[in-house]
């Protein structure tokens, strides 16, 4: 009943833009899950903190969906009210050797417009698939980059729809996760970067595009990187030794270029690439004594 009474709030303001019962499999890269119970596009920060403060008032559940690259839903979905942010978090604010970008900005798009103009410090996040937004939750980085040591401030709401600021001194980063205020959502990020020569910077984002296009599968539908590498190691490695790469469950498998990858083949359910985990972490336990984590986020109803 809370959830029909957030629709009918909603629908007057988004009109088009609240769905219910959207196949969030069209909303992830992994092309993976099952409906969203409730899937609203907020364009604005105003429309944003409307979602969050009814939602609130009706004990309805929020999930963030961000740009879905990083994230495994359930088959069953997500119960609740999803947000994917729209319009206005899209945009992007160059200033001297700073940019503040929504948290719907595509992180590789930003990388690339900092080298055209000069400016190092996201090299690292070229091929980076996903928004700022899912970058900063994650942490995400590669190759010796990583998103907490260039953020200055983040902007955003917290649960009851209020604005809220966290400086650099606020924020808490550790190995892929930014530790963030219980049902905070961020909407925009600066990033503090520094002038260098643009054919220098150059070089190095092609260094990390070279790499990345060498070592990861391309093409077939995926979620990134899904272990997190154990201390003084890397997951890939420990996959492979147990035997696994190609290994196939339904629709899923380890891919055969990058172990700590497992691809979709265009028919893969969320229990395929989950029964797929259980297996790595299994094998590898047995094999090597490390127990991997998941980086990719589970979500929804299994």
């Known amino acids: ?44 920060v105003d429309e ?23 994230m495994l839903v359930g088959d069953g ?29 595509q992180l590789g798009r ?26 900063l939750f994650m942490n995400a980085g590669a190759y010796g980059g990583e998103v907490a040591g260039i953020v200055e401030k983040v902007e955003g709401l917290d649960g009851g729809g209020d604005s809220l600021a966290l400086g650099r001194d606020a924020l808490a980063f550790t190995y892929r996760r930014a530790h963030l205020p219980v049902g905070f959502v961020a909407t925009a990020v600066t990033f503090s970067l520094r002038p260098d020569e643009p054919d220098v910077v150059r070089e190095r984002m092609d260094g990390v595009r070279a790499r990345r296009l060498a070592s990861q599968p391309q093409g077939a539908p995926n979620a990134g990187s899904i272990f997190k590498n154990p201390r003084g190691d890397h997951a890939g490695r420990l996959i492979e030794a147990a035997g696994l790469k190609g290994w196939r469950v339904g629709g899923a498998r ?17 229990v ?24 990719v986020r589970l979500v929804g109803s299994w």
């Open 1 to 44: 009943m809370s959830l029909a009474a957030l629709h009918q709030r909603l629908a007057p303001v988004l009109g088009e833009r609240v769905r219910a019962g959207e196949p969030l499999a069209r909303h992830t890269s992994y092309r993976i899950g099952g409906p969203a119970d409730l899937l609203v596009r907020p364009d604005t």
């Open 48 to 70: 944003l903190s409307l979602v969050l403060r009814d939602a609130r008032t009706l004990g309805v559940r929020v999930t963030l969906l961000g740009g879905g690259s990083n």
């Open 77 to 105: 979905g997500i119960r609740g009210v999803v947000v994917k942010l729209g319009r206005d978090f899209r945009r992007v604010d160059w200033q001297a050797n700073a940019v503040r970008a929504g948290t719907a900005v």
């Open 110 to 135: 930003l990388a690339r417009g900092a080298v055209a103009r000069g400016l190092a410090g996201l090299e690292h996040a070229e091929g980076i698939p996903g928004t700022v937004g899912g970058a």
């Open 254 to 270: 380890f891919s055969e270029r990058h172990a700590n990858f497992i691809v979709n083949d265009g028919r893969a359910r969320a």
């Open 272 to 295: 395929d690439v989950h029964a797929l985990m259980a297996i790595a972490q299994r094998a590898v336990w047995e094999r090597s004594g490390v127990w991997l984590e998941p980086e």
